[in-house]
């Protein structure tokens, strides 16, 4: 899965033709409910699981959430720290199994084809936070293959112009010892997500796609990040 939004530019982002995935049934939603109080549960046992800053995560309205990228876990291990269902992106291939595709689904996620245009992606993205719903990015466009935090790409930042919406910045940690890159069954580690104060529109858009990557290293174990809960 992927939740990243590349592209660059500053052309004005359109809302689509193709309607939002139906993973908004009611169905969705409890199943949502049942599956991410599993995981969340399971994450504080096995792995000693933190969700710090929670407070900075807006409670109402659409919000962009832009976070490190190192594992396939962290758009799950994101998802269960928020207090809010979140949105992401995933290819449009996962979805053909109707089991497995309601499944991803009721976990927020929506459709796009794999080789789909940068703009393709954008567009679906704006229609999402346009309907009033968190969305989930990772401005490095792709998971880190040596861990390092890499440079953030600017097309994320149309979205913010064209919703309207605050940032949210942060980082998770342990994802890439429990599942690193090529391996196919979890090894014990901590699991931390820690969220950053909310940037407003106007600022996210003043500091732009560099001062954004500063305010989510500041969270990382390297930087201050904010207090726990």
């Not at 792995?47 to 309205?61: E, I, K, M, N």
């Amino acid at each position: 899965m992927t939740a990243g939004v590349e592209g660059g530019g500053d052309g004005d982002v359109e809302a689509p033709s193709q309607s939002l995935h139906d993973g908004e049934r009611w169905y969705h939603r409890a199943l949502y409910f049942v599956i991410v109080n599993s995981l969340r549960l399971c994450a504080r046992v096995f792995f000693f699981a933190s969700f710090q800053g929670r407070r900075h995560v807006p409670r109402h309205g659409a919000f962009v959430i832009v976070a490190n990228h190192v594992s396939f876990l962290d758009p799950p291990s994101v998802g269960i720290a928020t207090p809010r269902r979140i949105h992401y992106l995933a290819r449009a291939s996962l979805f053909r199994n109707r089991f497995f595709g309601g499944l991803i689904a009721a976990l927020g996620s929506h459709p796009i084809e794999r080789g789909a245009s940068d703009r393709r992606a954008l567009l679906l993205a704006a229609e999402i936070l346009e309907a009033g719903k968190p969305f989930l990015v990772f401005p490095e466009g792709h998971r880190s293959r040596d861990g390092k935090f890499g440079e953030f790409q600017r097309g994320f930042l149309l979205l913010v112009k064209k919703a309207r919406v605050p940032v949210v910045p942060a980082w998770v940690h342990g994802t890439r010892t429990i599942l690193p890159p090529g391996q196919k069954l979890p090894r014990w580690a901590r699991l931390c997500v820690r969220f950053g104060p909310a940037i407003p529109c106007d600022e996210a858009l003043a500091i732009g796609a560099h001062g954004i990557r500063e305010r989510v290293w500041a969270l990382s174990p390297e930087g201050t990040g904010p207090q726990a809960d």
